[in-house]
């Protein structure tokens, strides 16, 4: 087994987006930032209302994946397709944007927490332009399991082995062959997981600080920090001196040309021109 270490630590940087909506974005801040497949993560997390309380109103999607992962809070999706979904803790929204979507989400408090993440997720070339599709995946259809000397982990996509038995996430069969976990360790907990060797890999600790690797080439990975991961195929991450939760992400990379104007994400400037046309135009979904 080839253990992956941290290769790359990127913080998260504040930024709004939507009505004003106030986040924190790590993986695509910038287009050098992108892990292939992976196109942006956002991490939404407060207790003012003033925060998020304008959400993200209608706006138009073309080219990728968006995937919602609700920890608190609740928000409301609607689209142009007449789907509406809400969305609560624990919940997951996968939406294939594909040849273009048009769609809101709300927040459905007035007060309280909203936290969770987005994640785009880059569409092949020859899937760019399927119909749209979309998905709610509730807390409950998430499986679980608890960890060998304690902690937790869901599985929102892929395969993983714990053990003797494997535990199968709701999201299979994508092109990008997704890996997405959730997990918690207590103070002094460590988590050692087998990845696809050819898949790209990053973390995201969202509660208390980690440290992946073992030994000489273990590195400290602090709270709201993406972590790129170095080839290999297993990954160790351990808790430092409090408990700690953290999102890991992998997928196939599809080693293609990105060509991204707002939200819309093609391979070419001028598919990005026909995009910004069959919008303008009222063409994006037909």
């Known amino acids: 087994m080839i253990l992956r270490t941290l290769q790359q630590v990127i913080p998260a940087m504040e930024t709004s987006d939507g009505a004003g909506v106030k986040l924190r974005r790590s993986i695509g801040q910038t287009p050098q930032t992108r892990l292939d497949p992976f196109l942006m993560l956002d991490e939404f997390g407060t207790d003012n209302p003033q925060d998020y309380i304008a959400g993200f109103p209608s706006h ?85 399991a608890t960890l060998p000397g304690g902690g937790s982990m869901k599985v929102i996509a892929g395969t993983l082995r714990l053990g003797d038995r494997d535990i199968a996430g709701p999201v299979q069969a994508l092109s990008t062959e997704p890996v997405y976990l959730d997990v918690g360790l207590p103070a002094g907990g460590t988590f050692e997981q087998a990845l696809p060797s050819g898949h790209n890999a990053f973390l995201y600790v969202y509660e208390g600080d980690a440290v992946v690797g073992a030994a000489a080439g273990a590195r400290a990975l602090p709270r709201r920090a993406a972590g790129v991961l170095s080839p290999g195929d297993s990954v160790r991450v351990a808790a430092t001196g409090e408990s700690v939760r953290f999102i890991l992400l992998a997928a196939k990379p599809l080693r293609e040309p990105v060509v991204q104007y707002g939200p819309f994400v093609m391979n070419t400037r001028e598919e990005i021109e026909q995009a910004v046309r069959d919008y303008q135009a009222g063409r994006l979904t037909a």
Do not use: C
Request: proline share 7%.
């Open 60 to 144: 138009p999607h073309r080219g990728f994946e968006t995937v919602t992962y609700m920890l608190d809070g609740h928000m409301l999706h609607e689209d142009h397709l007449g789907n509406r979904g809400d969305l609560r803790g624990g919940d997951v929204q996968w939406m294939t944007a594909g040849r273009g979507i048009i769609h809101s989400e709300m927040p459905q408090q007035l007060e309280g927490r909203m936290r969770g993440f987005q994640l785009w997720l880059n569409l092949p070339a020859q899937e760019k332009m399927k119909p749209a599709g979309y998905r709610d995946i509730p807390a409950a259809a998430i499986p679980g």
